[in-house]
């Protein structure tokens, strides 16, 4: 089964809890606080399967979490840090923002990205100990691994695009070219997931042509199979375009270049636009073929009105036979001659901004909320006031003052107070509820 996209759940760990100890020895007085501090979560960290040409990995496993950081300790001892979680993809795999559909990574280079950043493990008292707070009984929490969403597409990455019609002779082509050994059969579909094929041109030169299933008028609204499967060349530099010159299906080659070229205008103007060469297939079944095709000096009225449009388009037709193995070399060598005189293969860029960043990570304190409920209290809700939550210990004065200093600081209380809040109104945070005090 071939698997091209499919949506998947990521978390990166939560970062480990800093803790509240003091240093208690034998003959060492006043010693002190000595909490250790939490370790980071581990990432989420994207990395290229070479072996791998589908996602079919991903069909049953969906969700993938990373290791928490582990807690500090007295003496000062620091949490372990959580392992990452790496995840294989194959090569030429887009990494997708679910909601916006935007492209966050794509990941065709030999790098691994980091989608997930682990939390940050928190401090241990000892961070907050100064002259006049000498005993600090408050540490910090570690703070929450991003999670997200996110769609994985798969765009094999090929220099050279096969495009036709089914049984045209993509797949014969590419076992003639190459080592790859697609499926080959007398009817119509019998490739029914793409192919790869590095092609040899002499040393160690080559080129990777990619063969999708075959396209059938309607494609572009997605009739057949090949319209899923048209993904898998927009990267590709060029297109060689397989056109069945022998008249065994009753069709003139002209309409079914016509046909194809309508459907991948339909589908990616900026695909149809990609350099062409037209390959006449199974040339060797015409009557006044000759060895090798140096030349066919009598072509038929169909041949010949096949290449009047081809170079009404701009594109060079070259007669072979994929089943023979006849008229390769020169089709191999208008290829690669192309190919030197084209730019690399497309990467895309990011399209995600520093803006979708901020909105996805929620935890600036103007992501907080206020509402007011029915029994007219108010309600903070927000990442950044759940952050702040879990780095205060209640039970504690002064980790009570850095409270209310965070909420003055950032902002919070003037929230509240354009909400509407007032002196000796009851404002909830999660479980926690205090009266408003201006």
């Known amino acids: 089964m ?11 760990g939560n970062g480990g809890n800093g803790v509240v100890s003091f240093r208690r020895e034998k003959y060492v007085a006043k010693g002190g606080p000595d909490g250790g501090d939490g370790g980071n979560g581990g990432n989420i960290v994207f990395r290229i399967d070479e072996g791998s040409n589908t996602l079919l990995a991903f069909r049953y496993k969906r969700k993938f979490i990373a290791e928490n950081g582990g807690d500090g300790a007295g003496s000062k001892f620091h949490g372990s840090n959580g392992e990452d979680t790496i995840i294989m ?28 950043k682990g939390g940050r493990g928190g401090w241990g008292n000892r961070h907050f100990a100064t002259p006049t707070r000498q005993i600090p009984r408050f540490a910090k929490s570690g703070l929450p691994g991003e999670e997200r969403e996110v769609i994985l597409e798969l765009k094999m990455i090929a220099d050279v695009g096969l495009a036709g019609l089914p049984s045209a002779g993509k797949s014969s082509l590419l076992a003639a070219l190459s080592s790859a050994r697609p499926k080959i059969a007398d009817y119509h579909f019998t490739t029914l997931e ?14 990777v042509m990619a063969d999708i299933p075959g396209l059938i008028e309607g494609a572009s609204e997605g009739l057949g199979l090949g319209h899923a499967f048209l993904r898998h060349i927009e990267r590709c530099r060029m297109l060689v ?3 069945d010159v022998s008249g065994q299906e009753g069709r003139a080659p002209v309409d079914d270049f016509e046909t194809i070229s309508a459907e991948l205008e339909k589908f990616s103007p900026e695909l149809a636009a990609r350099p062409r060469i037209v390959a006449a297939n199974k040339a060797d079944l015409l009557v006044n073929a000759e060895d090798e095709f ?52 497309t990467v895309y860029e990011s399209e995600i901004t520093p803006e979708d960043e901020d909105e996805f990570e929620g935890k600036d304190a103007d992501s907080v909320t206020v509402w007011r409920a029915d029994d007219a209290s108010f309600h903070l809700e927000g990442a950044w006031i759940d952050a702040l939550m879990g780095r205060v ?24 107070r354009d909400a509407g809040c007032e002196e000796g109104d009851i404002v909830h945070i999660n479980d926690f509820e205090f009266e408003f005090v201006d």
């Open 2 to 12: 071939f698997i091209d996209k499919i949506k998947i759940y990521v978390k990166a």
């Open 89 to 116: 993809v194959p090569r030429g795999t887009l990494l997708r923002d679910v909601e916006s559909g935007k492209i966050i990574h794509d990941m065709s280079g030999d790098e691994d990205f980091i989608l997930c």
């Open 194 to 207: 793409p192919n790869l094929g590095v092609v040899s041109i002499g040393g160690e030169a080559g080129f």
């Open 241 to 243: 375009q397989v056109v």
């Open 294 to 345: 140096g030349m066919i000096p009598e072509l038929s009225d169909e041949c010949a009105e096949l290449e009047k449009r081809c170079a009404e388009c701009g594109y060079e037709v070259v007669y072979i036979s994929a089943s023979a193995k006849m008229g390769l070399k020169p089709l191999t060598d208008k290829i690669a001659e192309m190919l030197r005189e084209l730019p690399p293969i």
């Open 393 to 416: 210990n209640f039970g504690d004065r002064e980790s009570m003052m850095y409270f209310e200093r965070s909420l003055t600081k950032f902002g919070i209380i003037q929230k509240l």
